[in-house]
């Protein structure tokens, strides 16, 4: 099992960057692949972005695609999402997922507790 601890969150003018990071435990984290999900004010959770394992292929929601960047350092175990050209409709409470691949969210096992990330206009 991989625990997750999300950090980098926080309060940004639109046109902004933040970079979100997600910090593994376990052993197993080098073989697992990795995402990003996010919920907004009374939407439904949804898929941002998704590495695989070797961080070799890369996936992104057409939302984010252009301005968002997913990353990993195995050695450090963490995941990063870099945002870029941050807009309102970004503000959402942003999940570090792990342990599995696709979109959808009963794709993966492992669920951090989620970092806010809130861009005013």
């Known amino acids: 099992q991989v625990q997750l601890v999300e950090s980098g969150g926080g309060l940004v003018q639109a046109g902004g960057s933040l970079r979100l990071s997600c910090a593994a435990s376990?052993?197993?984290?080098?073989?697992?692949?990795m995402a990003w999900f996010r919920q907004g004010p009374g939407k439904e959770r949804e898929f941002v972005a998704a590495?695989?394992?070797?961080?070799?292929?890369?996936n992104y929601a057409d939302s984010v695609k252009g301005r968002f960047t997913i990353s990993r350092a195995n050695a450090k175990k963490t995941v990063y999402l870099q945002m870029n050209m941050l807009k309102p409709e970004d503000t959402a409470l942003y999940y570090c997922?792990?342990?599995?691949?696709?979109?959808?969210?009963?794709?993966?096992?492992?669920w951090g507790q989620g970092t806010q990330v809130t861009v005013s206009s």
């Open positions: 997922v792990g342990g599995g691949w696709g979109t959808a969210q009963y794709d993966y096992t492992n």
């Open positions: 376990g052993r197993t984290f080098s073989a697992y692949n």
């Open positions: 590495i695989s394992w070797s961080g070799g292929s890369t």
